[in-house]
């Protein structure tokens, strides 16, 4: 459980890198090749960080504890 939680913290700051390299360059037809590819890099980072978030929350769902199963039908 601590490994998903950690996943998802991991991701959610990815996404926060990601989008915050997106929207701090200035886009248009004169930008240097750097900025442009800085900013290519943060959409990938950013896409790539909810991924990271729901990878970590299917960890979280799939290694949860199970209540145990109750056979006893009399009560």
């Known amino acids: 459980m601590k490994n998903s939680v950690l996943v998802i913290v991991v991701g959610i700051f990815m996404t926060v890198i990601g989008t915050s390299l997106f929207y701090t360059i200035q886009g248009g037809s004169q930008i240097e090749t ?3 590819m800085l900013k ?3 959409t990938f980072v950013g896409l790539l960080g909810m991924g ?3 990878a970590g929350f299917l960890l979280y769902v799939i290694n949860r504890s199970q ?3 109750n056979n ?3 009560t």
């Open 67 to 69: 209540p145990e199963i």
């Open 52 to 54: 990271v978030i729901f």
């Open 40 to 42: 290519h890099t943060g």
């Open 34 to 36: 750097l900025f442009r």
């Open 72 to 74: 006893n039908f009399d």
